[in-house]
């Protein structure tokens, strides 16, 4: 997708100056990051997690700030001294991944996937409909799954409502992993299961849990111990179907509510958030068949409890 000032004829001022740019091609598989530091060595590892932020590093065409991007060989990398139009314009959302089809992204925890009746503040929905908008007024977004606004993570977009309908309709076969980290209250015992209910929802916007399948929706979330203490533990958690709050209510069954989350049990706030946050997203993609794997840094304040 072309950028605002890649338009030719558009150009009302001839004489400015194009942005400066360094490019290189792949000739063997490696990883974004590595690559970058071998061919750059005036740039130091921070100096390049900039860079990516900042969406300068193009491949193929494609904006990318994954630092564990995996190259092939034949690849094409350009790199931009000048940010890519509206990269720095979207406080909470970071740009993971985009081509024409998808975008992926990583939201912070207290953005709202979509404006409610009760909230109509910036959205990570509103921030990408303005930003896609830049290339082309025409241009659209749509919805494909959301987080919980206190949930952090990776998220993925469509750019067309017939992909948006494809990913859904097929998202069972297209997603491979959709992985969470979860801070909980104390310790489990065992220190890793599966735990399964049948979840409904009350007019009051609570879910419940039963195990009467005639209830609700069958749930069922895979649960592991990564980190623990005396207070808390770090959990990695794969999820077999992905109904609403499910997370945060099979904790709540498990009697190990994620911290921060009142609405289900827990009487912490160590970290001044909810403690969810969507760590790994695989999918294969709606139109290509290539397959994607995208993973974030596990937040800081999950970490600095242990």
Known sequence: MKNKGENKGKDKNPKREK???TQFKVKQEAELMKFLIENMPHKNRNNIKTMLKKRQVVVNGTAISQ????????????????????ALKMPGVVIVHEDDQVIVVNKNAGLLTIATDKE???????????????????????????????????MLFAKSKEVKELLQETWTET??????LAVIDGQL?????????YLFESKAFIVYSSQDPERGQHAVTNYSTLKSNDEFSLLKVNLETGRKNQIRVHMKDLGHPIVGDKKYGSTSNPIRRLGL??????????????????????????????
Request: proline content about 6%; overall charge positive; glycine content about 6%.
């Open 277 to 306: 946050h969507a760590w790994v997203l695989a999918f294969t993609h709606p139109t290509t068949g290539k397959k994607f794997r995208f993973e974030t840094s596990i937040p800081g304040s999950f970490l600095k409890l242990f």
């Open 19 to 21: 942005p400066q740019t």
């Open 67 to 86: 630092f564990n991007h995996v190259l092939k060989p034949g690849d094409s990398i350009e790199l931009s001294r000048r940010p890519a139009d509206s």
């Open 175 to 180: 997603v491979g992993e959709r992985t969470y």
């Open 120 to 154: 109509k503040r910036d959205t990570v929905y509103s921030m990408l409909s303005s930003y896609v908008k830049v290339q082309d007024r025409g241009n659209k977004i749509f919805i494909v799954h959301r987080l919980d606004r206190e949930t952090s993570g990776l």
């Open 189 to 197: 015992d065992p220190t890793e299961g599966t735990h399964s209910s």
